[in-house]
Every structure is written in C-alpha cells, then in structure tokens.
C-alpha cells in the first residue's frame, strides 16, 4: 500500500467455506452453473470447481464482471440466464458474504508499506464501498497489485452428484 486513504479497506472471504456452508439444495443449484465474463470473448467457468493445487472446492465469480451464467454448460439442457436471473443469482452469492453480519470476512484496515499476499483462487477480495467515495472525502488510495497467471482454467473435474450422494 502506498496511499492509504482515511477510510476503505479491503474485504476478504474465504471461498471455501462459502461452499462447505450452503444448503444441498443451493449447493446442487450452483453446481449447474457457470459464470460468463462480461469480456466479449471472455471465459466460461464453473462457479464450483477444484483448486488446481488444493482440490478444495471454491468459486469462480465477479460480482462486477459477470455477463451472465449459463445453466448446464456444454450439455442438451444448456441455457443461458436471464438478466433478471443473472441479478438474482449474483445476489444470491453475494448473501453468502454478507449474511450472519459478515462473520465471515476479514476487512483489512491498510497501513502505508504494508504486502498482501492472497490466492485470488481461494479468497475473494473486494475494496470496501466506502472507497468509491471522492477522493475529496476519502483521500487518495494507491495500491500496486500483482497477480500471476494461472496454469490451469477452472475446470469441473469431479462429478458433483457423486460427491454430494446423489443418484447419478
């Protein structure tokens, strides 16, 4: 951090988590779902896949940056949303990281020179909305960000109806 301003930190939240959490039904919902960047050539990727080095099951999303989702990708049933169930269901996944008073996140309040280092693949970060007030009002926030290419694009490599118990 190299300007930090008088208020707006950054949130994080495990993935992870997120997913051990949600009720079956929710969890057999988001299984069927994949996200479609709002890039117009941007990439398709299951909400709910593997973490390439951990296994663990995570997220892929953007609150900011999804065009859509489509139900059942590559398969007969394949269909894309809607906007209004696109909104829906970014709402939806947004009520995991807020709900029970965000017990779940960690807000980290910046000092100047301080390093975080995060996996992007399994800890969703956002800048708080506080720091999308003028700067006028908040002061100026400077923060040099790195991130490496990934190896690996998200990849279902799992059957989920196995894994939860269900019928194939």
């Excluded at 949600?22 to 050539?41: A, G, K, N």
């Excluded at 947004?94 to 992007?120: C, M, P, T, V």
Aim: glycine share 4%; charged share 25%; net charge negative.
């Amino acid at each position: 951090m190299v300007s930090v301003p008088t208020v707006g930190p950054t949130v994080f939240c495990p993935l992870t988590e997120i997913i051990e959490e949600l009720p079956l039904e929710q969890r057999i919902r988001w299984e069927r779902l994949y996200m479609v960047s709002d890039r117009r050539s941007g990439p398709t990727h299951p909400i709910i896949y593997s973490h390439p080095v951990t296994k663990k099951k995570v997220l892929c999303f953007h609150l900011g940056m999804t065009e859509g989702f489509i139900w059942d990708y590559k398969t007969p049933q394949q269909r894309y949303t809607s906007e209004e169930e696109t909104y829906a269901i970014l709402q939806e996944i947004h009520h995991e990281f807020i709900k029970d008073n965000k017990a779940r996140q960690y807000r980290h309040e910046w000092k100047e020179g301080e390093l975080i280092i995060s996996d992007n693949l399994s800890v969703a970060h956002e800048a708080a909305p506080e720091t999308q007030l003028p700067c006028s009002q908040v002061g100026l926030r400077i923060l040099h960000r790195v991130t490496t290419v990934g190896h690996y694009p998200p990849t279902k490599e799992y059957d989920y109806r196995k894994e939860l118990g269900l019928s194939s």
